[in-house]
Nanobody, 118 residues
Framework: QVQLVESGGGLVQPGGSLRLSCAASGMIFSSYAMGWYRQAPGKEREWVARITSAGSINYAASVKGRFAISRDNAKNTLYLQMNSLKPEDTAVYYC????????????WGQGTQVTVSS
């Protein structure tokens, strides 16, 4: 059974940085493309970034140039480095196995809350 556990969120001032982690188990992590998503209050969950098993990377326009996705296959862990954070980045952040930008694991993790506020 695949389990994804997100961590690293918190409260940060505008312009600040955070690094999120997603620990994966129950799967051959290195074989799969992985993605980050976020859901702000009252909004639909949206795709943020993805990284393929080969290391190809794509970002949503809203975060391109500010966020960086990476993975450590030896640690079965996905990362999201978030810089120049804005109040509109406030959301619960989730990871998932992806095909394209589509999440494939039906049961989402608990997510990690990111709040950008002064």
């Amino acid at each position: 059974q695949v389990q994804l556990v997100e961590s690293g969120g918190g409260l940060v001032q505008p312009g600040g940085s955070l690094r999120l982690s997603c620990a994966a188990s129950g799967m051959i992590f290195s074989s799969y493309a992985m993605g980050w998503y976020r859901q702000a209050p009252g909004k639909e969950r949206e795709w943020v970034a993805r990284i393929t098993s080969a290391g190809s990377i794509n970002y949503a326009a809203s975060v391109k140039g500010r966020f960086a996705i990476s993975r450590d296959n030896a640690k079965n862990t996905l990362y999201l480095q978030m810089n120049s954070l804005k109040p509109e980045d406030t959301a619960v952040y989730y990871c998932n196995v992806v095909i394209g930008t589509i999440a494939t694991i039906e049961t989402w993790g608990q997510g990690t809350q990111v709040t950008v506020s002064s």
